[in-house]
T-cell receptor
Framework: GENVEQHPSTLSVQEGDSAVIKCTYS??????FPWYKQELGKRPQLIID?????GEKKDQRIAVTLNKTAKHFSLHITETQPEDSAVYFC?????????????FGKGTHLIIQP | DTGVSQDPRHKITKRGQNVTFRCDPI?????LYWYRQTLGQGPEFLTY????????KSRLLSDRFSAERPKGSFSTLEIQRTEQGDSAMYLC?????????FGSGTQLSVL
């Protein structure tokens, strides 16, 4: 099965600066990589995802990059705002294809300092 | 609300009691997943269904845990003889392909 490592566990940035969170995965057959945002006491919500046939995907202030050779992918948040404060989880398919569910990283607590 | 719904939101029980949680997935989704999340950790896979068939159970799921999805619609997760180590957030998710959509979870506290 897949193994996902995420770092850092905590990231503090000044409002307006950029934040980068990195994940590595173990299964070279994995082809789908989502990122979830979880605010305190709320459900994990999908914020962006990428498939293995592209190297980068952007959605306004957030972007995800994928390096298949190195088996790592990263979340980039630019012009951070207070509402970006949350725990972010990366994930990869448990068994390669994705329909069997996801394996999650341990999460990164992002703190936006005013 | 057409999202994934879970009931109850919170459950407090005494050690040794049985508890049951319910999940109603997004109606057009044929796959349903149960995850467990403890403080400071990511969601951990427990089991999943395609329609009414339970396709896999994690080794995390002891024989005190049982899940059902009759008629391929809602699902229930039952924990028998609860232990303090069962205290966690139990999350349900549904999907039609790879994208998982989570419910708000049931927070279980075993005293």
């Amino acid at each position: 099965g897949e193994n996902v490592e995420q770092h850092p566990s905590t990231l503090s940035v000044q409002e307006g600066d950029s934040a980068v969170i990195k994940c590595t995965y173990s299964d070279s057959a994995s082809n789908y990589f989502p990122w979830y945002k979880q605010e305190l006491g709320k459900r994990p919500q999908l914020i962006i995802d990428i498939r293995s046939n592209v190297g980068e995907k952007k959605d306004q202030r957030i972007a995800v990059t994928l390096n298949k050779t190195a088996k790592h992918f990263s979340l980039h948040i630019t012009e951070t705002q207070p509402e970006d404060s949350a725990v972010y989880f990366c994930a990869a398919p448990r068994l390669g294809g994705g329909a069997d569910g996801l394996t999650f990283g341990k999460g990164t607590h992002l703190i936006i300092q005013p | 609300d057409t999202g994934v719904s879970q009931d109850p939101r919170h459950k407090i029980t005494k050690r040794g009691q049985n508890v049951t949680f319910r999940c109603d997935p997004i109606s057009e989704h044929n796959r349903l997943y149960w995850y467990r999340q403890t403080l400071g950790q990511g969601p951990e896979f427990l089991t999943y269904f395609q329609n009414e068939a339970q396709l896999e159970k994690s080794r995390l799921l002891s024989d005190r845990f049982s899940a059902e999805r009759p008629k391929g619609s809602f699902s229930t997760l039952e924990i028998q003889r609860t232990e303090q180590g069962d205290s966690a957030m139990y999350l349900c998710a549904s999907s039609s392909r790879e994208k998982l959509f989570f419910g708000s979870g049931t927070q279980l506290s075993v005293l």
